[in-house]
Structure formats: C-alpha cells, structure tokens
C-alpha cells in the first residue's frame, strides 16, 4: 500500500489529505499545531506525525506550507530525504514555486509534481492543475487515480500554471464575494438571509454545471436568459455600467502578478 505523506495540514493540505484518504493508501498528517492534524486524522484516519517522519516514510510527499516557508522546511527534510533508499516523490502545492525550485532544495534529482488544488476539493468538485518532471508514466497514472475524488485534474505547461491557478485557486474568493453580493441584494428586496444565501449558491452551482455539461459559450447562455425589454437584461445593463467584467478581468491579472512574484 502506497504511503501519502502530508507536511501541512491547513485547507489545501487537508482538502488534498480528504481525496486522498478514499484512494485506499495509508495517511501521514504532520503540521505545525499538530491539534489541526490529530482533528483531520480523527475525521478521515491516518497517522499523525513529525515532517521528518513523513520525509522518511512517504511515497508522496506532499508539502502543503506557506510558499515563505519552504526553504527552511526543506533544510529540515534535506538531511532524512539524502539518507532514503526508496524512491519517493514531492508533490507542491505552493504558489509560485517551480519544480525545478523545489528539486534544488531537496539537493537530488527527485520527482516533483507541482500541484495547484483549490477549495472545492474537499467535496470532491475541485478544479487541480497539474504538471509534473521525472515522474513515471505509471506512477502519474496511479497517483491520479487516488486522488480523483478530489475532482477535475487538468495538466498543464508549467508556464501556464500562475495564469490559470489565478481563475482556479484564486476564483473561489471570488465567486464567494459574488455569491454574498447576489444574497445582499436579495435582502434588499426582502428575502432572508438564510433564503437569500441558498437561492444564491445554488443558483451559481447549477448555471456552472449547465455550462460544463451543455457545452454551450456563457455568452449564448445569458442570451437564453435575457428577454427582449426584461428584467435580466436590465440588471445585465447594471453590471455593464460599473464595469463588470472588467473588474473580473483586472482580478484575475492581478492574482496572477502576485502568484509570479511569490
């Protein structure tokens, strides 16, 4: 049985140990308060131990820190990760960090999959992108296959990774501000807040689905909302006029200069 290894437990490491744990491999949960990974382990299972012991014992090493903090985990783990005669994997999910960055720190030619998961995850609906240097083909598979429940994985060219992760990562702050904001309105015009909240996220999750099993360009689907003279279109006008898409736009670029610079 495969051994995943996770050096950080906050949500993208638990969010990842969650998929992990329905994929029948064995769980190390190791983090800096280690009550967060005794919590975790109580509620999927798994081992709760030292990142020197993940470093020893893991397939699949999965750093899950801040991306200010990796080179000094990375001084910890060099020495055990030297010392290893079985054949082990990092995988990343720091913003930022290449995988040629996170290779040098581990002092040898190591595999490294870079991952960059996001929130929805945990629920098994996550958009993760993926790519990946001295891997084998196999092992990718396998690794794939214990981690699908966490949802949609989508390989790509490294240098695409801090553009896209900006929609992917970034994106559900921003759909959350979105849905609070549709919620607010609702209140404005009288429906509770606990209605409000449900009409809206709802709302999002089936318009979302809608798009991805239809096929069809959001485009032509706000057409299909938007009736000649009525309400839609009005409120459409509304978002227009204070520059909507532009705003999405610029949040996007911006998250993706922050993610350049980490």
Same mark, same amino acid.
Do not use: W
């Given at each position: 049985?495969?051994? +995943?290894?996770?050096?950080?437990?906050?949500?993208?490491g638990?969010?990842?140990?969650?998929?992990?744990? %329905?994929?029948?491999?064995?769980?190390?949960?190791?983090?800096?308060?280690?009550?967060?990974? $005794?919590?975790?382990?109580?509620?999927?299972?798994?081992?709760?131990?030292?990142?020197?012991?993940?470093?020893?014992?893991?397939?699949?090493?999965?750093?899950?820190? %801040?991306?200010?903090?990796?080179?000094?985990?990375?001084?910890?783990?060099?020495?055990?990760?030297?010392?290893? &005669? $079985?054949?082990?994997?990092?995988?990343?999910?720091l913003?930022?960090?290449?995988?040629? +960055?996170?290779?040098?720190?581990?002092?040898?030619?190591c595999?490294?999959?870079?991952?960059?998961? !996001?929130?929805?995850?945990?629920? =098994?609906?996550?958009?993760?992108? +993926?790519?990946?240097?001295?891997?084998? *083909?196999?092992?990718?598979?396998?690794?794939?296959?214990?981690? %699908?429940?966490? =949802?949609?994985?989508?390989?790509?060219?490294? !240098?695409l990774?801090?553009?896209?992760?900006?929609?992917?990562?970034? =994106?559900?702050?921003?759909?959350?501000?979105?849905i609070?904001?549709?919620?607010?309105?609702?209140?404005?015009?009288?429906?509770?807040?606990?209605?409000?909240?449900e009409?809206?996220?709802?709302?999002?999750?089936?318009?979302?689905?809608?798009?991805? &099993?239809?096929?069809?360009?959001?485009?032509?689907?706000?057409?299909?909302?938007c009736?000649?003279?009525?309400?839609?279109?009005?409120?459409?006008?509304?978002?227009? *006029?204070?520059?909507?898409?532009?705003?999405?736009? !610029?949040?996007?670029?911006?998250?993706?200069?922050? !993610? %350049?610079?980490?």
């Amino acid at each position: 049985m495969s051994i +995943y290894g996770f050096i950080g437990t906050g949500h993208m490491g638990s969010a990842m140990a969650k998929a992990a744990s %329905k994929g029948g491999v064995e769980l190390l949960l190791a983090n800096r308060t280690v009550s967060r990974a $005794e919590a975790l382990a109580a509620e999927i299972g798994g081992q709760v131990v030292s990142n020197e012991e993940v470093a020893r014992r893991a397939d699949f090493i999965f750093l899950g820190v %801040k991306p200010q903090g990796i080179d000094a985990l990375m001084d910890e783990l060099r020495p055990v990760l030297l010392k290893r &005669e $079985e054949p082990y994997t990092l995988v990343s999910m720091l913003a930022g960090k290449t995988v040629k +960055y996170i290779r040098d720190l581990a002092g040898e030619d190591c595999p490294v999959i870079r991952l960059m998961p !996001n929130t929805p995850v945990a629920i =098994g609906e996550g958009m993760v992108l +993926y790519a990946s240097d001295g891997v084998a *083909e196999e092992a990718m598979t396998g690794f794939l296959e214990v981690m %699908k429940s966490g =949802g949609r994985f989508r390989k790509m060219s490294e !240098n695409l990774i801090d553009a896209a992760s900006s929609v992917t990562g970034c =994106g559900p702050a921003f759909v959350d501000l979105f849905i609070e904001s549709l919620a607010d309105g609702a209140v404005v015009c009288g429906i509770p807040r606990a209605q409000a909240l449900e009409l809206a996220a709802q709302m999002v999750a089936g318009s979302a689905k809608l798009l991805l &099993e239809s096929g069809k360009h959001p485009g032509e689907l706000k057409d299909a909302v938007c009736s000649p003279g009525g309400s839609t279109i009005e409120g459409v006008k509304k978002l227009e *006029e204070g520059a909507f898409r532009a705003s999405v736009i !610029n949040a996007v670029i911006a998250s993706c200069e922050k !993610n %350049k610079k980490l």
